[in-house]
């Protein structure tokens, strides 16, 4: 695949993820969340089996539940709730801006971004494959005024040959996940 039309391709999913984040922010967000705490009521009429108190103006409705013969009614505190489950990732695609390659040290540069994230915290991996052989790394992102930025990530392995390399940019950090896979760089 050309260089620039991965590159076209990446901007434009990566517009894409952007707009359906935003999205979800907008329509998770306006959702009002249904109230959890209880309503009071008055209920002037008794249960079924129970015992009411006197119907005194102004006194309050009491009630006693109908126990069955051989049991008893007991005062066991409600189960906590369940925690809320944990928030989903919001999907990113890293977008490869450069690759360079020195045949004197074998070292394979590739540089990424994340693109409409900006957080501090994130990792960012590559990963070069050429048939079985494979070659990666992690690096720490680093948080810019409009992205993401993984930076020069240099891979320097004696396992590089000459060769079409499939590179793979994986970013992950508590709020967000992506990779891209279609990258291809030649070592001459």
């Known amino acids: 695949m050309k260089r620039a039309s991965v590159i076209g391709w990446s901007v434009a999913a990566g517009g894409v993820v952007v707009v359906g984040v935003v999205a979800w922010a907008v329509l998770t967000l306006s959702d ?7 309503s009071a009521t008055s209920s002037s009429s008794p249960t079924p089996g129970g015992s009411v108190s006197d119907d005194v103006p102004g006194s309050p409705v009491t009630t006693t539940p109908p126990t069955s013969p051989g049991s008893s009614a007991s005062s066991a505190p409600a189960p906590d709730p369940a925690p809320d489950p944990a928030p989903s990732l919001a999907a990113v695609v890293p977008l490869v801006t450069f690759d360079q390659w020195d045949a004197g040290s074998g070292t394979l540069t590739v540089g990424a971004t994340v693109p409409g994230v900006v957080e501090a915290g994130g990792t960012c991996s590559v990963t070069a494959r050429n048939g079985g052989l ?23 392995s004696s396992t590089f040959t000459p060769g079409t390399w499939s590179v793979s940019v994986t970013y992950a950090s508590a709020t967000s996940t992506g990779s891209v896979d279609d990258y291809e760089v030649t070592i001459p």
């Not at 494979?134 to 005024?145: E, H, K, L, N, Q």
């Open 134 to 156: 494979t070659v990666d790394g992690s690096f720490a992102a680093v948080a810019s005024a409009s992205s993401t930025d993984c930076g020069s990530m240099a891979l320097q």
């Open 32 to 38: 009002d969340p249904p109230s959890s705490s209880p």
